[in-house]
């Protein structure tokens, strides 16, 4: 799927940038060779205006409203 994605994103001439993604997806692109493919960062950029930098990854308003219902 991500290298789909990222082959999309190539050719309409835009980049894929992973961020904070799991120790087991970066061991899994590790593993399988395709780590150089893409552009990773540890953590999402804040949006602009935005200054909270101690929210965790995974922990703000776009994962929330990307996955109502789910509760820890």
């Known amino acids: 799927m991500l290298l789909c994605l990222n082959r999309r994103a190539n050719r309409a001439?835009?980049?894929?940038v992973l961020t904070a993604l799991s120790p087991r997806v970066?061991?899994?692109l590790r593993l399988t060779g395709a780590?150089?493919?893409f552009t990773?960062?540890?953590r999402p950029?804040?949006?602009p205006g935005e200054t909270?930098?101690?929210t965790p990854?995974?922990?703000g308003k776009l994962r929330s409203?990307?996955?109502p219902g789910i509760r820890r």
């Open 52 to 54: 909270d930098a101690t």
């Open 40 to 42: 990773t960062h540890t």
């Open 45 to 47: 950029p804040s949006p």
């Open 35 to 37: 780590e150089h493919l």
């Open 26 to 28: 970066t061991r899994l």
């Open 13 to 16: 001439g835009k980049s894929l």
């Open 65 to 67: 409203a990307l996955t």
């Open 57 to 59: 990854p995974g922990q």
